[in-house]
């Protein structure tokens, strides 16, 4: 199972990004996919999620700005994010392999992580 995540890089406030997770060794029919965050000195934090029948979820102030999207002929998940801020600046990373694996996990644990994307937003 690996998950390799890329598109990350620096933006304006206000711009948008789109950041890709690829899967290889399983795929998006047997598989949740989670985005989390970390910034500097922070904890991480749950970003977004979508189940392997497709149902999306979001975390706190994510919902609206962020949309998870994910194309299975590709086995590849999209986590669009428009409006950015200066505090959504943060290694993004995927991840998959919770308790269940078709379904998130609420406290965004799972075995799986992938290597993370910087995405840096400016002032």
């Known amino acids: 199972v690996q998950l390799q995540a890329s598109g990350g890089g620096l933006v304006q406030a206000g711009g948008s990004l789109r950041i890709s997770c690829t899967l290889s060794?399983?795929?998006?029919?047997?598989?949740?996919i989670a985005w989390a965050r970390q910034a500097p000195g922070k904890e991480r934090e749950g970003v977004s999620c979508?189940?392997?029948?497709?149902?999306?979820y979001y975390g706190n102030y994510m919902e609206g700005r962020f949309t998870i999207s994910r194309d299975k002929a590709k086995n590849t998940v999209y986590l669009q994010m428009n409006s950015l801020k200066p505090e959504d600046t943060a290694v993004y990373y995927c991840?998959?392999?919770?308790?269940?694996?078709?379904?998130?996990?609420?406290?965004?644990?799972?075995?799986?992580w992938g290597q993370g994307t910087l995405v840096t937003v400016s002032s």
């Open positions: 991840a998959t392999g919770g308790r269940f694996n078709y379904l998130c996990a609420a406290d965004y644990e799972y075995d799986y």
């Open positions: 060794g399983f795929t998006l029919d047997d598989y949740a």
């Open positions: 979508i189940t392997s029948d497709g149902t999306t």
